[in-house]
């Protein structure tokens, strides 16, 4: 059976560049065999691992030093992030997850209580677009609303969840994930969906 013309792919041996064969390929091929292997790029691992490590503990002293964060309040996983030039303050005995971020805008507050649990990717800020105006013009005639962020002591936030400006999480409640919360929440509740809303009580343990 014959195929035509166009039907067939020719075998085509690829040609050898001449800087592949050329002192500096050969030099840098070497480098990177040697970096490559297994008793080089283990401590190189280990190096880049400890860099990392004192990198998130510096961010971590400093953002002791610029806001209001307990000393008992643990930084669990890499990459959450304060900002703002408004205040942040974080009570004892509670940590976030990685991805994290908290930013206050200029005169306003995110204050967060003791005991409180924070999942992954977790963001809550102060300010925001205001939605009923024409978003059709240039970023400075845009305007913005803010509010402080209030949350109680035994809170439990789930991943992702979004806290928006202006809104109070009440004490020993539960956010659940993905929820993004635009009015205050009562304590002692479970809630969640987008937007946030009270699914049940809490049913409190003792022990």
Not at 88 to 93: D, L, P, Q
Not at 113 to 126: E, L, Y
Not at 172 to 197: C, F, Q, T, W
């Amino acid at each position: 059976m014959s195929f035509p013309g166009w039907w067939t792919v020719p075998s085509v041996r690829p040609a050898i560049r001449p800087h592949d064969s050329g002192p500096k390929y050969i030099f840098f091929n070497m480098i990177r065999r040697v970096l490559g292997a297994e008793p080089i790029r283990r401590p190189l691992a280990l190096v880049a691992r400890a860099l990392d490590f004192c990198r998130h503990e510096q961010m971590i002293a400093e953002y002791r030093t610029e806001y209001e964060v307990a000393q008992s309040f643990e930084f669990q996983g890499r990459s959450t992030k304060l900002s703002g030039s408004g205040n942040i303050r974080i009570g004892e005995h509670g940590h976030v997850s990685g991805g994290a971020h908290f930013h206050a805008y200029h005169g306003t507050t995110v204050e967060i209580g003791d005991f409180v649990r924070i999942g992954s990717n977790v963001t809550m800020q102060t300010v925001n677009y205001a939605p009923d105006q024409e978003f059709q013009r240039p970023e400075s005639a845009v305007s913005y609303q803010t509010g402080d962020i209030q949350v109680g002591d035994g809170v439990w936030i789930g991943n992702n969840v979004f806290i928006v400006e202006g809104t109070t999480i009440g004490s020993d409640s539960v956010v659940a994930a993905n929820a993004v919360v635009s009015d205050d929440v009562p304590s002692g509740v479970v809630a969640g969906g987008v937007p946030a809303r009270t699914i049940r009580e809490r049913m409190q343990r003792s022990g």
